[in-house]
């Protein structure tokens, strides 16, 4: 398994990868940054990291992404975690295994200005030449625009795409590991989702196909671990979609529960089982969901 934790400057990246390496038997991989861009801001706060003594049980480096995936490919049942993503190159190459999952950590501007400050008063090598000091809070919040949205070198689209998120907005290292323990990293289900996580996701996924104007429902008919059919709410076949003005009680904005009778939508679980058909729903078949079905229509379901 391979965490890579991304996010703003002075966010907790190390700390949580402290966490990690002391508490859950991780091992931190370092890699270097493909371009000077990307050593300006951030380079200042590893240095930082590396002055503090932050520590390293078993220090690896690389210079590229390719051949730090080439060593967890060979390694993948080791735990690994690192902060150096560095750009969309290197999560690119590590979203090809299946045991890299990115996580951001963010916490509010004024605190990581804070942070910096306090860590940097401890470091000489983050004063300039004239020893004038840290940055001021409106000095950082320039640096830290430019970390993240520089056009060539921004992280905020990383950012984006983290599968797991956490928000470290307390200077409390007892309260950050108390999150971090809550939020379990380290599961392994984070990786790959189970069966029922998996089906239910299919139904979100079918309910983006919804064209009705009141709610998008999905759903999904299983049998076996495999899917029967899916199905998502709408007008029925060969009448205007429900978005384009096909039902007029959804388009009129008409208050949950009623004017039913005169609503055309049919229900995602309808479809599903309309698109299934009696020969192939059999004893064990599990409807998945994402919206709660209403006990007269689940009564009609079991008993039709």
Known sequence: MLIGLC??????????????RDYQGFSQLYLAPSSTDQLS??????????????????????????????????????????????????????????????VSVDA??????????????????????????????????????????????GIAGLIDRAEVRLINHTSSLEKLHNALKVLDLANDQRLRPNWDQYFMQLASLAARRSNCMKRRVGCVLVREKRVISTGYNGTPRNLRNCNEGGCARC????????????????????????????ERIREGTILYCDTLVAFLHLRRYLFD
């Open 41 to 102: 801001f951030e380079a200042q706060v590893n240095a930082l990291n590396t002055a503090n003594g932050s520590p390293c049980a078993e220090e690896r480096s690389f210079a590229t992404a390719e051949a730090l995936l080439e060593f967890i490919t060979k390694q993948w049942q080791r735990r690994w975690v690192t902060v150096d993503i560095w750009d969309e190159h290197v999560l690119e190459t590590l979203l090809c295994r299946p045991s890299f999952i990115l």
């Open 251 to 278: 388009n009129a904005g008409t208050g949950a529960g009623v004017g039913l009778a005169t609503c055309l939508c049919i229900h995602a679980e309808e479809n599903a089982l309309l698109e299934a058909g009696r």
């Open 7 to 20: 996010g703003g400057t002075c966010a907790g990246k190390q700390s949580v990868a402290n966490y990690l």
């Open 108 to 153: 509010p501007v004024s605190l990581r200005w804070e942070r910096f400050t306090e860590q940097s008063i401890r470091s000489s090598s983050l004063c300039d030449a004239k020893n004038r000091g840290p940055p001021t809070l409106a000095e950082f919040v320039l640096q830290d625009d430019d970390h993240l949205y520089n056009q060539q070198s």
